[in-house]
């Protein structure tokens, strides 16, 4: 449901008016809850069974999304802790800022 290929086309989602921010994997199932929306005037207790399934949709793609960000500051932690550990301790500010007084 929230992973894989666009099911709507492009075309599809234009008819349908769907919002550019909501053109995503879920948007074939948005194409089909606003027109419930729209027949049975927003009534929020109508259409629930497509809302369900197009906020599950989007709730797996929220989980894809995060998981995908958790790999990339992991990997981001290991070349920082590498670039970290390859930088000479002689190198500090505080060595550099009191070397005149061990020159004496």
């Known amino acids: 449901m929230g992973g894989g290929e666009m099911v709507a086309t492009q075309e599809e989602m234009v008819n ?38 197009y906020e599950k949709c989007e709730y797996e793609l929220f989980l894809v999304r995060m998981h995908k960000m958790k790999e990339i500051r992991e990997v981001d932690a290991v070349i920082l802790s590498e670039l970290i550990t390859s930088v000479p301790q002689e190198n500090s500010w505080q060595q550099r800022r009191y070397s005149h007084l061990r020159e004496r």
Request: overall charge positive; hydrophobic content about 30%.
């Open 16 to 53: 349908a008016r769907v919002p550019i921010s909501s053109r995503d994997l879920c948007a074939h199932l948005l194409i089909p809850l606003n027109k419930c929306r729209s027949s049975t005037y927003y009534l929020p207790w109508k259409c629930e069974d497509q809302r369900h399934s």
